[in-house]
Protein backbone atom coordinates (compact mmCIF):
# COMPACT_ATOMS: atom_id res chain seq x y z
CA UNK A 1 0.00 0.00 0.00
CA UNK A 2 1.45 3.20 -1.38
CA UNK A 3 -0.15 6.86 -0.47
CA UNK A 4 1.31 9.85 -2.31
CA UNK A 5 1.37 12.57 -0.25
CA UNK A 6 1.10 15.72 -2.33
CA UNK A 7 0.91 19.59 -0.38
CA UNK A 8 0.90 22.52 -1.73
CA UNK A 9 2.59 25.64 0.01
CA UNK A 10 -0.35 27.77 1.36
CA UNK A 11 -1.39 29.89 -1.53
CA UNK A 12 -0.05 27.93 -4.23
CA UNK A 13 -2.09 27.23 -6.91
CA UNK A 14 -2.56 23.90 -8.57
CA UNK A 15 1.39 23.50 -10.07
CA UNK A 16 2.30 24.33 -6.47
CA UNK A 17 4.88 26.95 -7.29
CA UNK A 18 7.87 26.63 -9.68
CA UNK A 19 8.84 23.25 -9.40
CA UNK A 20 5.53 21.42 -8.63
CA UNK A 21 3.89 20.49 -5.51
CA UNK A 22 5.24 16.93 -4.32
CA UNK A 23 8.46 17.52 -6.16
CA UNK A 24 11.87 17.91 -4.96
CA UNK A 25 14.50 19.69 -7.00
CA UNK A 26 15.33 18.26 -9.99
CA UNK A 27 11.14 17.75 -10.76
CA UNK A 28 11.16 14.09 -8.92
CA UNK A 29 8.01 13.27 -7.03
CA UNK A 30 8.38 11.85 -3.67
CA UNK A 31 6.13 8.82 -3.14
CA UNK A 32 5.16 8.23 0.94
CA UNK A 33 4.81 5.11 2.09
CA UNK A 34 1.74 4.85 4.32
CA UNK A 35 2.92 4.96 7.80
CA UNK A 36 6.67 6.47 7.38
CA UNK A 37 7.28 8.95 9.56
CA UNK A 38 6.95 12.44 8.39
CA UNK A 39 9.37 15.15 8.80
CA UNK A 40 7.78 17.66 11.58
CA UNK A 41 7.48 20.30 8.59
CA UNK A 42 5.82 18.07 6.77
CA UNK A 43 2.99 17.25 9.92
CA UNK A 44 2.74 21.10 10.19
CA UNK A 45 1.89 21.73 6.29
CA UNK A 46 -0.89 18.71 6.40
CA UNK A 47 -2.08 20.60 9.34
CA UNK A 48 -2.09 23.47 7.59
CA UNK A 49 -4.34 22.14 4.78
CA UNK A 50 -6.44 20.91 7.04
CA UNK A 51 -6.57 23.99 8.86
CA UNK A 52 -5.97 22.29 12.35
CA UNK A 53 -2.79 22.38 14.29
CA UNK A 54 -1.08 18.65 14.13
CA UNK A 55 -2.27 18.32 17.85
CA UNK A 56 -5.76 19.10 16.87
CA UNK A 57 -5.26 17.07 13.55
CA UNK A 58 -4.38 14.39 15.50
CA UNK A 59 -7.39 14.20 18.08
CA UNK A 60 -9.73 14.37 15.25
CA UNK A 61 -8.19 11.70 13.28
CA UNK A 62 -8.55 9.53 16.78
CA UNK A 63 -11.71 10.06 17.21
CA UNK A 64 -12.92 9.23 13.34
CA UNK A 65 -10.55 6.24 13.64
CA UNK A 66 -10.26 5.15 17.37
CA UNK A 67 -6.41 5.04 16.48
CA UNK A 68 -3.29 7.73 16.36
CA UNK A 69 -2.18 8.24 12.92
CA UNK A 70 0.48 6.41 13.09
CA UNK A 71 -0.95 2.76 14.49
CA UNK A 72 -3.86 2.95 12.09
CA UNK A 73 -1.22 3.45 9.32
CA UNK A 74 0.25 0.23 10.67
CA UNK A 75 -3.19 -1.38 10.81
CA UNK A 76 -4.10 -0.92 7.56
CA UNK A 77 -0.71 -2.44 6.30
CA UNK A 78 -1.11 -5.65 8.73
CA UNK A 79 -4.83 -6.14 7.12
CA UNK A 80 -3.53 -5.74 3.48
CA UNK A 81 -0.60 -7.64 4.31
CA UNK A 82 -2.56 -10.66 5.58
CA UNK A 83 -4.91 -10.61 3.12
CA UNK A 84 -1.93 -10.97 0.08
CA UNK A 85 -0.58 -14.11 2.78
CA UNK A 86 -3.93 -15.68 2.21
CA UNK A 87 -4.37 -14.77 -0.97
CA UNK A 88 -1.02 -14.93 -3.60
CA UNK A 89 2.22 -17.47 -3.17
CA UNK A 90 3.96 -14.04 -3.26
CA UNK A 91 7.14 -14.52 -1.19
CA UNK A 92 7.30 -12.85 2.67
CA UNK A 93 9.68 -10.27 1.46
CA UNK A 94 7.24 -9.12 -1.65
CA UNK A 95 4.18 -9.07 0.28
CA UNK A 96 6.37 -6.88 3.18
CA UNK A 97 7.50 -4.82 0.15
CA UNK A 98 4.06 -3.86 -1.09
CA UNK A 99 2.61 -3.17 2.07
CA UNK A 100 5.63 -1.30 4.36
CA UNK A 101 8.71 0.18 4.47
CA UNK A 102 10.72 -2.73 5.58
CA UNK A 103 10.86 -6.53 5.57
CA UNK A 104 11.80 -6.56 9.37
CA UNK A 105 9.59 -3.71 10.24
CA UNK A 106 6.80 -5.90 8.61
CA UNK A 107 7.34 -9.15 10.27
CA UNK A 108 8.12 -7.56 13.62
CA UNK A 109 4.60 -5.21 13.41
CA UNK A 110 2.91 -8.40 11.62
CA UNK A 111 3.79 -10.71 14.54
CA UNK A 112 3.02 -7.79 17.30
CA UNK A 113 -0.38 -7.88 15.97
CA UNK A 114 -1.13 -11.45 15.39
CA UNK A 115 1.00 -13.20 17.63
CA UNK A 116 2.17 -14.82 14.80
CA UNK A 117 5.34 -14.75 12.14
CA UNK A 118 3.76 -14.15 8.30
CA UNK A 119 5.28 -17.74 7.30
CA UNK A 120 3.17 -19.04 10.34
CA UNK A 121 0.08 -17.40 9.27
CA UNK A 122 0.19 -18.34 5.83
CA UNK A 123 0.60 -21.89 6.59
CA UNK A 124 -2.52 -21.33 9.54
CA UNK A 125 -4.75 -19.45 7.30
CA UNK A 126 -4.46 -20.02 3.61
CA UNK A 127 -7.12 -22.06 2.12
CA UNK A 128 -5.94 -25.59 1.05
CA UNK A 129 -5.14 -26.03 -2.59
Known amino acids: MHIRLTVRSPGAGPGGGAQGAGRRP ?5 AVRA ?8 R ?5 VAHLSVRQFERRFV ?3 GLPPGRWI ?3 RIRAGAALLESADHPIEVVASRVG ?9 FREATGVSPST ?4 FRPAG
Open 121 to 124: YRRQ
Open 63 to 65: DAT
Open 74 to 76: THQ
Open 35 to 42: GEPAPAAR
Open 26 to 30: GGRRR
Open 44 to 48: RRTGC
Open 101 to 109: PTVAGFRRH
